[in-house]
């Protein structure tokens, strides 16, 4: 590896904490600008001003913005999430286990979008034109363009309501049986892999169409390659760091797909912690969630710019 | 001043009847929202039906809702909200993404830079989570969700519309007019504006696009626009307890929704060239 590909690569760090810096910067400052004093909302409207001004100089929401601020970011730096405001509770000890509740679901739907949506991208690409590549087509663009409660509001109707198969809209705490287990992450699955698969379907299809339209590519035709072959030993090859980028760049699309489908599903997912806390207006809580968010959807596209300068042949 | 000649252009756009399909749907959302309160069978308001969740009838053409009012009419007032809440945010968005974006290319330098970083920045935000936030923050009212979602599509529009101005800005025409001592408005506004129109207007419509559906998912999540007022994603979060028995009243504002979006979707895939890469 080049020292220029390293570089490029550490600007692009560099670029990615400047911008969560920025991101945190907007996160808390949209936080801080609630109407109304927290101390008061705190405390109900019939709380004396000495206990308003004793919990003022306790939360030290008298000091000014920036302050506060950097206290803030400190506190996320070394894991103090804060306190929930409305039930006193540590909100890392709320986030922990939801957390990892909402990362095996993302787990489980990229174990199965990213295969799908490879085997049906690649075909796509390898039979452009054919009926099937225009079905495919079709599909990813319609499910592109309706929003994501009905991607899994039609699961629901398909597969609980026609067929059946699954339980509708519940989430049951006692699982018991792996039997039982697949099917309460059936439908939330489902739904965020057609979400997920039709973004990497089309973006796999593109990167794979781009190298088939390559000179060498061409030569691999003139020579009397079959199709398969010029695909797979040609093509293939040289598609695998855009395709590798699609996949990362697919994967951020997760991030708006739980939180809806946690909240459909009702899934003990932190999406759905954070929804819960918008209701009753959270906000160390709703902080907390978007930075995690914010920090996941981040690294993603980092990720897909890196693998992206990694796989130029040209830099190395 | 120098006088324009005026150039004859032949205005025969020829659309393909994809586009055409899609072109008509649109229209058809659009005079519905405009003439929705004159044409509308019952009051949205008011309970008409003695039963809830009602199938579809020569009385109720859509059926009824989880309280028993007529869904016809509710889904055509809501057209107003889905339409018009989103059709107001992309002007916004779009205006001040796209001047910005012309700004930038023209003055160049540490403005450009800056802008770009700070909008980069906004922009790596998923755009339903800062809608949460903002809520959570401020409340939801149909000002303040034009504003944020205007805001949190402000930066995309931004980023292509100063790609295509950037191309601009390299031809010689610009150069003979800074020379001449043109201000910064006139190459704006004179030179550039009209050679990205085209491109910009087909990303103004894939912009109201996503706007359409963040709108919706917030309101389906049921922070978006509140009652007594209802959206089409509003439409869906108040009845989809009759998700269960396959009750119209959720499944219509949902083939709305779907009808709106990829009808602009196809009017834009099958827009002439001529309009879509005019810079090109």
């Given amino acids: 590896m080049s020292t220029y590909v390293l570089n490029l690569i550490t600007v692009r760090l560099l670029i990615a904490a400047l911008t969560l810096l920025i991101v945190s910067f907007a996160v808390f400052f949209a936080t801080a600008m609630l109407p109304g004093d927290t101390a008061t909302i705190l405390l109900g409207q019939a709380a004396t001003p000495e206990a308003v001004a004793g919990l003022r100089s306790a939360m030290h929401l008298d000091d000014p913005a920036y302050l506060r601020f950097l206290r803030w970011l400190g506190g996320l730096m070394s894991g103090d999430l ?53 079905a495919v087509t079709i599909l ?26 699954l339980p509708a809209l519940s989430f049951a705490n006692d699982v018991t049986s792996v039997w039982q287990l697949l099917k309460v992450y059936a439908m939330p699955v489902i739904s965020l892999t057609f979400v997920v698969a039709a973004q990497m379907i089309r973006m796999t299809r593109a990167a794979v169409i781009d190298t088939l339209n390559t000179p060498y590519v061409e030569t691999a035709l003139l020579k009397g ?12 090859p040289n598609a695998i760091g855009p395709i590798v980028n699609a996949i990362a760049l697919s994967l ?11 909240t459909i599903f009702n899934y003990p997912g932190i999406a759905k912690l954070m929804v819960d806390g918008v209701a009753t207006r959270d906000l160390p809580l709703i902080q907390s969630c978007a930075m995690i968010f914010c920090v996941g959807y981040l690294s993603l596209i980092t990720l897909a710019d890196i693998i992206a300068i990694l796989a130029n042949p040209r830099l190395r | 001043m120098i006088p324009s000649i005026p150039v004859s252009q032949k205005f025969g756009y020829r659309f393909s009847w994809v586009g055409m399909i899609g072109l008509t749907i649109i229209l058809f959302w659009g005079i519905m929202a405009l003439i929705a309160p004159h044409i509308i069978p019952h009051p949205v308001g008011e309970i008409v039906d003695e039963d809830y969740f009602g199938v579809m009838s020569s009385r109720f053409w859509l059926g009824s809702d989880y309280l028993g009012r007529d869904m016809l009419s509710r889904v055509l007032m809501g057209a107003r909200y889905t339409v018009g809440i989103s059709l107001a945010a992309v002007s916004i968005a779009c205006f001040s993404g796209v001047v910005l974006g012309m700004t930038a290319a023209v003055v160049g330098g ?18 339903k989570l800062s809608g949460l936030v903002v809520v959570a923050a401020v409340g939801s009212s149909i000002t303040v969700l034009v ?21 601009i800005n390299t031809m010689d025409y610009i150069t003979v007019a800074r020379t001449r001592g043109e201000g910064i408005f006139y190459i704006i506004g004179s030179e550039i504006l009209p050679n990205i129109i085209g491109p910009v207007l087909a990303d103004l419509g894939l912009r109201f ?31 989809v307890g009759g998700l269960p028995f396959g009750a119209p009243a959720v499944i219509v504002p949902s083939l709305a929704i779907a009808s709106l979006t990829i009808s602009v979707n196809l009017l834009i895939d099958n827009l002439p060239k ?3 890469d005019r810079s090109a």
Avoid: C
């Avoid at chain 1, 990813?140 to 198969?165: C, D, H, N, Q, R």
């Avoid at chain 1, 997760?254 to 489908?261: A, D, Q, S, Y």
């Avoid at chain 2, 540490?110 to 935000?125: E, G, K, T, V």
């Avoid at chain 2, 359409?212 to 007022?229: E, T």
């Fill in chain 1, 225 to 236: 390659a079959s199709r398969p072959r010029m695909v797979l030993r040609h093509a293939l």
């Fill in chain 2, 110 to 127: 540490w403005f450009d830079a800056a802008l770009s970083r700070f909008l980069d920045a906004m922009n790596s935000i998923p755009g």
């Fill in chain 2, 274 to 276: 001529k309009i879509r």
């Fill in chain 1, 82 to 134: 804060g306190t929930s405001y409305v039930n006193n509770v540590a909100v890392a000890d709320l986030i922990g286990g939801r957390f990892v509740n909402t990362m095996r679901l993302a787990g489980i739907t990229a174990l199965f979008s990213v295969p799908l949506a490879l085997t049906l991208g690649i075909t796509a690409a390898m039979f452009r034109g054919s009926l099937y590549d225009r």
């Fill in chain 2, 209 to 239: 696009v996503f706007i359409v559906l963040l709108l919706s998912g917030l309101s389906f999540l049921g922070l978006g626009v509140q009652p007594p007022f209802a959206d089409w994603g509003a439409l869906v979060h108040e009845n």
């Fill in chain 1, 252 to 262: 951020s699309y997760l991030v708006g797909g739980v939180i809806i489908v946690e």
């Fill in chain 1, 140 to 165: 990813t663009i319609g499910v592109i363009s309706i929003p994501e409660f009905m991607v899994a509001t039609s699961a629901v109707l398909v597969f609980s309501v026609y067929l059946k198969w």
């Fill in chain 2, 147 to 167: 504003i944020t979602l205007a805001v949190i599509y402000t930066p995309g529009a931004y980023r292509f519309a100063r790609a295509l101005a950037v191309n």
